[in-house]
C-alpha cells in the first residue's frame, strides 16, 4: 500500500511520515529529497533553472515517476510537496494505487515549525523578528487558502492541532485505519449487489 502525504509547508509532513512509516512497518519517502537525488542538485538550483513553477513540476515529476517505478515504493508512506495534489504530481499520483493523506494545523502551530534552508538544501539557524513572524503567518495562511482546493482531492484529512509527532502519527493510523474498513465495506456491498 503507498500512501502520500501531503499538507503545507512545514506542517510535518516528513516527521509524521516517517514516524507513520516505522508504525506500519514499510519505507518511507520525501519526494523533495527523491527529486536532489534524482537530478543531482537542489531544489532550490532546480527551481531556478525554469520560468515557472509548473515547468518545474513537469520536470521533477520525472523523479516522482522514477520513484513508484521501485519495487521497494510500492509498500510506502511518500511525502510530497504542498503542490503534490496539482496539475503534474497529481497526475502521477492519480495513475498510482495509492491513498492520498492531508495534514491540517493551524497557522500558528505551523509558524513554530518553520525552516529555513539555504540554496543547497542546508538548514539555516534563524531567529524571526515579530515582523517576520507576522509576514510568515500571513504568508501561511495563504498558502493555506491557496492549497487547500486542490487538498479536497485527498482520501484523507487529518487535524493534527494540539499533537505531536507520536500523536499525530497515531492519529494518521487511526484515520487510515477507518478509511481502508470503509473501503472494504464499500467493496462487500458492491460485490453483494452484482451477486444478485
Given at each position: 500500500?503507498?500512501?502520500?502525504?501531503?499538507?503545507?509547508?512545514?506542517?510535518?509532513?516528513?516527521?509524521?511520515?516517517?514516524?507513520?512509516?516505522?508504525?506500519?512497518?514499510?519505507?518511507?519517502?520525501?519526494?523533495?529529497?527523491?527529486?536532489?537525488?534524482?537530478?543531482?542538485?537542489?531544489?532550490?538550483?532546480?527551481?531556478?533553472?525554469?520560468?515557472?513553477?509548473?515547468?518545474?513540476?513537469?520536470?521533477?515529476?520525472?523523479?516522482?515517476?522514477?520513484?513508484?517505478?521501485?519495487?521497494?515504493?510500492?509498500?510506502a508512506?511518500?511525502?510530497?510537496?504542498?503542490?503534490?495534489?496539482?496539475?503534474?504530481?497529481?497526475?502521477?499520483?492519480?495513475?498510482?494505487?495509492?491513498?492520498?493523506?492531508?495534514?491540517?494545523?493551524?497557522?500558528e502551530?505551523?509558524l513554530?515549525?518553520?525552516?529555513?534552508?539555504?540554496?543547497?538544501?542546508?538548514?539555516?539557524?534563524?531567529?524571526?523578528?515579530?515582523e517576520?513572524?507576522?509576514?510568515?503567518?500571513?504568508?501561511?495562511?495563504?498558502?493555506?487558502a491557496?492549497?487547500?482546493?486542490?487538498?479536497?482531492?485527498?482520501?484523507?484529512w487529518?487535524?493534527?492541532s494540539?499533537?505531536?509527532?507520536?500523536?499525530?502519527?497515531?492519529?494518521?493510523?487511526?484515520?487510515?485505519e477507518?478509511?481502508?474498513?470503509?473501503?472494504?465495506?464499500?467493496?462487500?456491498?458492491?460485490?453483494?449487489?452484482?451477486?444478485?
Open positions: 500500500m503507498r500512501l502520500f502525504i501531503s499538507g503545507v509547508s512545514c506542517v510535518g509532513k516528513t516527521a509524521i511520515g516517517s514516524t507513520l512509516a516505522e508504525l506500519l512497518d514499510c519505507k518511507f519517502y520525501d519526494l523533495d529529497e527523491e527529486i536532489e537525488t534524482f537530478f543531482s542538485t537542489s531544489i532550490e538550483i532546480l527551481q531556478n533553472k525554469f520560468l515557472t513553477m509548473a515547468s518545474f513540476r513537469k520536470e521533477a515529476s520525472k523523479a516522482f515517476i522514477h520513484l513508484l517505478n521501485q519495487k521497494e515504493s510500492e509498500n508512506v511518500i511525502s510530497i510537496p504542498p503542490s503534490g495534489l496539482m496539475s503534474y504530481y497529481w497526475r502521477v499520483v492519480k495513475k498510482s494505487d495509492g491513498i492520498t493523506i492531508v495534514l491540517f494545523d493551524k497557522a502551530n505551523i513554530k515549525r518553520v525552516t529555513f534552508y539555504d540554496k543547497h538544501s542546508n538548514r539555516i539557524q534563524k531567529t524571526l523578528s515579530k517576520e513572524r507576522m509576514f510568515y503567518l500571513k504568508e501561511i495562511k495563504k498558502d493555506m491557496y492549497f487547500r482546493t486542490s487538498y479536497i482531492r485527498a482520501n484523507i487529518v487535524d493534527i494540539g499533537l505531536d509527532i507520536v500523536q499525530s502519527s497515531l492519529k494518521v493510523k487511526e484515520e487510515l477507518t478509511y481502508c474498513r470503509k473501503v472494504e465495506r464499500s467493496k462487500v456491498f458492491k460485490r453483494s449487489k452484482l451477486a444478485r
